[in-house]
């Protein structure tokens, strides 16, 4: 996350053809028919069922595992425990926290940590199996609360975590990291402020909720070579932690990623994978392991709770003169930097003089929290955005131009290090300013919020495969998950950068062993990235083809210029030859030196910041607490939007998942440390009939690192509605919202706590 | 011990044996190969798998296998005509009202009894009528919007 204010000159001011219009995505029919391929949906000959055991205690020692009867049980081929996955990590201690996450070794962490495994000829047989092993627990306390998991006394769960970034040496403690960001000197600018505002506030675990659970199917040969079929945001990541936790080289592992039922963070880590190619290696035959959905809500990975206190300082002309945070996350059972990345978050949007946050990470016995769509960035917002409209409220100024006024711009030095570049803050909120919706009268229990959210995009490492058939079209074979239409972006890039009609291209998802490693489709990269490296390989497919275009003509090469879907030989003295097409240059390519090719293998820096400001209008009944949203508008930056439809998806999808947390969503665990809800049931994510049409902005402030001026799209848009929707129901109640999720019983909570 | 099964899948004889407590979504995943019904949930809050029996929407996790002698059942892989797309599924398409695709297969089942029941719905009707299918990826604008132009060509 280097300093955003690089000029590129790769960046062109230019016309698009292809670029901007709506097209149809290449696996729409596949998706609409039955007929694409899930994680579930693969299936190997001879393939075994692979089941996990799982811990009910929260916290327990592992005193014996008996697994003698299940392995006498006719149809069960391979039973496993953490023997069967010894410690190849060489003193990784990440590496080994998600071994042990894996499968437990001496002590369960969690309520649904696994402890066994078995893989039997089918399902029936498999669940026998695992009631017959003997597994014998020494039951240890548990703590499942953040500030809990802090407080003095708490059980310390890891006896090797100390404070990374405390100066001393300290005792075992449940905190495992403390970081501080910021600028100026807070306490002066406190004493500045005509008016400060302290609050507290804490938001509930939840889970980014994909329809498809993880699956998997390995099947790893007596020669140690294995294959993988899974559903993953990243399938090289997984090759590559999947082959360094089996002490597999990562050549002999060939991933292919089915297609994706929705990820938003969730799979991009491993749980089930390691453990599949575990049952394979141990029954020499292929092995699939599909988690239930009690499965991926207990031992999956969430997102983290949250606890957070704020003290903002301002003066009566609306100038932000102090921010100070110390935001607490917990990250489940291993370390994180969950609360780090929320303390880098946290201001963001704003141009502070002064401005210090405190992050706390903290270990707790709950599942190891994934990342979530802008992961840690949404429960900040909450807590800041809500602040910061009190001390608007507090000084008497309307809350949009409080922020336009204190809003970051080009050259601010943000409040987590790096100086921006062209940013969409002011725009974003400058467009709901006016926007009609700010003036659309609200009705009796009616409240509207407002709210703004950041996240830093990421860049990372890309690696793309173009070729032209010998008739003349294009395949491009891309390494980042397509979840949610970048194939059709993809294509549509390079179909722009050769001249050619976007139907001409047809991009496809390629497996481990046919492209360089990717980084995984997180941080709202895939569509940058790819594309990215997608118009360089064109670039380097144009080179070659402007050369056998030359050779064909006889023709020194600088006398040919490519545009439009062909060569054309420039110079005065052989203007008038007709252009070669692509079609006709592919089908001499065997004369001309072989199959037309492109490649572009990047480390793709300068994804650009995101900002995004969101307007919600919310009803709440105040007889049972229950809410409804009547209205969201998203306005968020997109640097340029490839296909302007997936783009208004990505606002509409996080706006939704947002408004599931911030007034549904939760994790509840009992004081047994188990979790008592695993299931969509009671588990409850927004239905259609929750919602409203979402409506969209979309603004084009270009990203000066991409060709285009892409900036990534995909996370910004979760950020503000907590925010928006805790300050809305606020006003709508007139009791300030602190406790998210706002469900009923919360909200008729603090209604009544405001009566007495 | 097994059931022997007669049935209608897609308008097509189709016959099985399954056991006694195999739901009819591992019977078309497992035995008939039609993978188009998604497992989201088993318990059936997701309506992933959902199918058309007897002309009524159900979840096929909450069906057994065995139930299904004599019956007729309608899936995704029905839905269009040869290489004809079903309205509903082009309009899907052209509207981009899905990103992962997952629950498209069974929220097209309900939009599919929803219109044959209410071939004009409102816009509150819609959403009801697709309150049991569960979508992570696209907050339903797209998809309430797709039903909504697909329920105008099929009535013109």
């Known amino acids: 996350m280097a300093a955003d204010n690089i000029s590129n ?31 579930a949906d693969y299936n190997l000959p001879g393939q075994l069922v692979g089941l996990v055991l799982r811990s009910p205690h929260a916290h327990a020692q592992i005193v014996k ?92 769960i890891h006896d090797h975590i100390v404070t990374e970034g405390l100066p001393e040496m300290q005792a075992a403690t449940n905190q495992n990291k403390q970081a501080e960001y910021g600028h100026g000197d807070v306490e002066a600018g406190f004493k500045e402020a005509d008016v400060i505002v302290e609050r507290s506030y804490k938001t509930e675990q939840t889970h980014q909720g994909y329809i498809e659970p993880h699956s998997v199917t390995a099947s790893m040969s007596p020669d140690g070579s294995a294959e993988m079929f899974v559903c993953t945001q990243g399938h090289f990541v997984y090759r590559n932690q999947c082959a360094a936790l089996l002490g597999m080289d990562a050549n002999k592992l060939r991933v292919t990623s089915s297609e994706i039922g929705g990820g938003f963070g969730g799979k991009t880590h491993v749980w089930a994978e390691p453990l599949a190619l575990a049952l394979s290696r141990k029954a020499n035959r292929p092995v699939k392991v599909t988690m239930t959905r009690d499965e991926v809500f207990r031992c999956t990975g969430p997102t ?32 994180s930097n969950w609360a780090e990345l929320g303390a880098m978050t946290a201001f963001a949007c704003y141009d502070l003089k002064n401005v210090k946050t405190v992050s706390k990470d903290v270990v707790v016995n709950r599942p190891k929290c994934a990342a979530y769509r802008a992961p840690s960035a949404p429960a900040a917002a909450f807590a800041i955005e809500s602040t ?128 360089g490693h990717n980084d995984m489709t997180d941080g709202s990269r895939g569509t940058f990235s790819s594309s990215m490296a997608a118009i360089f390989a ?30 054309h030989a420039v110079g005065s003295h052989h203007g008038n030859r007709a252009p070669l097409t692509l079609k006709e240059i592919a089908a001499q390519a065997a004369n001309t030196g072989g199959p037309v090719a492109g490649h572009a293998e990047i480390s793709a820096d300068g994804a650009g910041v995101s900002f ?46 947002g408004i599931g947390w911030a007034l549904n969503e939760e994790y509840v665990y009992g004081k047994d440390g188990r979790l008592q809800n695993a299931g969509f049931l009671d588990y409850r994510i927004p239905v259609c009939s929750d919602l409203p049409f979402i409506d969209t902005q979309i603004l084009e402030i270009p990203n000066p690192h991409h060709p285009y001026g892409v900036r990534g799209v995909g996370e910004t848009s979760i950020v503000p509605p907590l925010a928006a929707l805790a300050i809305a129901m606020s006003n709508a109640t007139g009791v300030r919202q602190t406790h998210i999720p706002m469900s009923p019983p919360r909200v008729l909570k603090s209604l009544k706590a405001a009566k007495t | 011990m097994g059931v022997h099964v007669s049935t209608t899948v897609n308008g097509d004889h189709a016959e099985f044996t399954c056991a006694e407590d195999e739901v009819l979504l591992d019977v078309l995943r497992n035995r008939l190969g039609l993978t188009g019904a998604k497992e989201g949930c088993g318990t059936g809050d997701c309506g992933a798998c959902s199918v058309i029996l007897d002309g009524r929407l159900v979840c096929s996790c909450l069906v057994l296998g065995a139930e299904m002698d004599g019956k007729s059942v309608e899936t995704i892989e029905g839905m269009a005509e040869g290489a004809k797309l079903h309205p509903l599924q082009q309009h899907f398409i052209d509207g981009a009202a899905l990103q992962c695709g997952i629950c498209t297969p069974g929220i097209l089942m309900a939009a599919q009894a929803l219109l044959r029941k209410n071939p004009d719905p409102s816009e509150e009707e819609i959403r009801f009528g697709l309150a049991g299918n569960l979508c992570r990826c696209t907050g339903y604008d797209k998809i309430v919007r797709a039903v909504q132009s697909a329920a105008k060509e099929m009535r013109s």
Not at chain 1, 134 to 152: F, N
Not at chain 1, 628 to 654: F, M, N, W
Request: aromatic residues 6%; proline residues 5%.
């Open chain 1, 304 to 335: 983290s709770s949250t606890s957070v206190d704020v003290k903002i300082g301002a003066k009566k002309d609306g100038t932000i003169t102090a921010a100070w945070a110390e935001l607490r996350y917990q990250g489940g059972a291993f370390p």
């Open chain 1, 612 to 657: 995004a400001t969101h307007i919600a209008d919310i009803e709440v009944d105040p007889e049972t607490g229950r809410s409804l949203v009547k209205r969201y508008t998203v306005i968020q930056d997109a640097g340029k939007a490839l296909h302007p439809s997936y783009v208004e998806g990505q606002y509409q999808g996080g706006a939704a998942q």
């Open chain 1, 65 to 156: 595992i008996d697994t003698s009867k299940a392995e006498k049980l006719s149809g069960v081929k391979a039973v496993i425990t953490s023997k069967d996955l010894p410690d190849h990590t060489g003193g990784d201690r990440g590496m080994f926290d998600i071994l042990e996450n894996c499968m437990a070794r001496k002590k369960a962490l969690y309520d649904g940590h696994a402890v066994a495994a078995v893989a039997a000829v089918d399902a029936t047989t498999a669940r026998k199996a695992l009631k017959l092993i003997e597994v014998t627990y020494k039951i240890l306390p548990h703590v499942t609360g953040v500030d809990e998991a802090l407080a003095k006394g708490a059980p310390v």
């Open chain 1, 9 to 39: 000159p790769d960046l062109v001011p230019r016309q698009f053809k292809v670029i901007g219009t709506r097209t149809r995505r290449p696996d729409g029919i596949d998706k609409v028919t039955g007929r694409a391929r899930y994680g």
């Open chain 1, 388 to 515: 910061v409209e009190e001390v608007a409220e507090k000084i008497g100024m309307d809350p949009i131009d409080f922020r336009i006024k204190n809003a970051a711009k080009e050259g601010t030095k943000s409040s987590y290090g790096p100086v921006y570049g062209p940013i969409g803050i002011g725009p974003t909120l400058q467009a709901a300013k006016v926007h009609p919706h700010m003036k659309a009268p609200l009705g009796k229990n009616q409240g509207r919020g407002m709210a703004c959210g950041f996240w830093f995009n990421f860049g990372g490492q890309t690696c793309v495969d173009l070729n032209v058939t010998p008739d003349g079209f294009v395949t491009v074979a891309q390494g980042t998950i397509d979840v949610g239409g970048s194939r059709a972006s993809i294509a549509m890039a390079v179909a722009e950068e050769l001249g050619i009609p976007y139907d001409s291209v047809r991009s496809i998802v390629a497996d481990t062993s046919s492209l």
């Open chain 1, 538 to 567: 064109a670039r380097n497919a144009i080179t070659i083809l402007r050369d056998r275009a030359a050779k064909m003509w006889e023709l020194p090469v600088e006398e040919v210029e490519w545009k439009d879907g062909a060569a």
